[in-house]
């Protein structure tokens, strides 16, 4: 029995060397130390032993089971080290790599160009308004000094939404918006005179127009107003010269041609120089060497009264710039189409610089 428990401890520590994992090392256990295993079947056998010899055999198969646990033990732990080794060898992440790039959206480029409008007119002290899309009649019209039935309004061909309600033609109704809400806290506030004006309205505007390269039903405006005392048709021409200039480049001049609104007296059109030919004359200006983008005034004396603003005591001027227009020359866009069908090859290229 002796020799067979020496055995059995030689065998068992022969074979445990052989295991490699954890799992095998579950087995080793099994089939030596568990309840079917050999020294189980070994304790077994001690019933038939003599009272003197049992407890020398008890001893030393209690010694031999404490032998192999040890040794399980010990190979348990290392088999875990280099397990736990060999992951982190395999799982090592090289932080030195690129990472992957994550494609981003892009700003559409007639956001972009509102932003850089505004950018440049909040610098020179302008505030920014809006307005509704969906507009009163009066305000789209009547406020703005185009009576009902009156020819203008065919300038202009409008939604109707109901005999009262429209699509607005123009971002101009946030004129008179701007202005009867600056009367009506004056009056709050208990002072004689409004405060005076210096806003952008930039928005969208809708017409009846058949869609082409240089025509869409709906595009975008920038309107100006500025309502002060003593505001001269020279400080409109100061401002939208360095607006220009911001935008197009300080080589670029304005000029203003005689024209008609019925919210601004006298009105003119504003042309900024050739874009393509500098002024030269070209295919792109019709070898005018201009091209225009807006329309502005100062501020009719009926626009003024009908806010509340007293005619005599204020005087402003106001402008209103086609933001496509401007977006085509200043990027290259040759249809005013691309700019609201969204192909991504187009718009992707203008990736935002914030
Ligand atoms: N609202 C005019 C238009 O859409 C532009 C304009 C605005 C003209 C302000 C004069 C003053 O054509």
Not at 89 to 109: C, K, M, N, Q, Y
């Amino acid at each position: 029995m002796k020799e067979q428990l020496v055995m059995l401890k030689e065998q068992a520590l022969e074979k445990l060397k052989e295991q490699s994992t954890l799992q095998q090392l579950g087995d080793w256990k099994a089939t030596y130390l568990g309840k079917k295993g050999e020294l189980t079947a070994a304790l077994r056998g001690m019933k038939d032993l003599s009272a003197e010899e049992r407890p020398v055999i008890g001893a030393m198969v209690n010694e031999v089971r404490e032998a192999l646990e040890q040794a399980l033990e010990t190979k348990e732990e290392a088999l875990r080290r280099a397990e736990r080794e060999k992951r982190l060898r395999e799982e090592t992440i090289d932080v030195t790599l690129p990472g992957r790039a994550l494609p981003l959206g892009s700003e559409h480029p007639l956001n972009r160009l509102i932003r850089e409008a505004e950018e440049i007119f909040l610098g020179l002290g302008f505030q920014i308004a809006e307005g509704p899309e969906v507009e009163t009649d009066y305000n789209n019209f009547g406020a703005l000094n185009v009576p009902k039935n009156h020819p203008a309004r065919d300038m202009q061909d409008t939604f109707y939404i109901s005999e009262d309600m429209l699509l607005r033609t123009q971002t101009s109704p946030v004129q008179g918006r701007v202005l009867r809400a600056n009367v009506e806290a004056a009056k709050q506030r208990g002072e004689t005179s409004p405060q005076p004006v210096r806003i952008i309205a930039p928005g969208r505007v809708y017409r009846r127009d058949d869609d082409d390269a240089t025509h869409s039903h709906v595009f975008m405006q920038i309107e100006g107003l500025v309502v002060d005392r003593n505001i001269r048709m020279s400080d409109l021409k100061g401002i939208l010269t360095t607006f220009t200039q911001q935008i197009f480049g300080s080589d670029v001049s304005i000029r203003m041609r005689p024209s008609y609104f019925p919210f601004t007296e006298p009105s003119t059109e504003v042309d900024v120089t050739c874009y393509s030919c500098g002024g030269e004359g070209c295919r792109i200006c019709k070898q005018t060497g201009w091209i225009e983008i807006l329309g502005a005034g100062m501020v009719h004396p009926n626009v003024l009264e009908m806010a509340g603003y007293d005619p005599e005591e204020f005087t402003g001027f106001a402008f209103g710039m086609g933001v496509e227009r401007i977006a085509m020359r200043r990027y290259g866009i040759e249809d005013i189409r691309h700019f609201y069908t969204n192909d991504v090859r187009l718009m992707s290229q203008f990736k935002s610089r914030v």
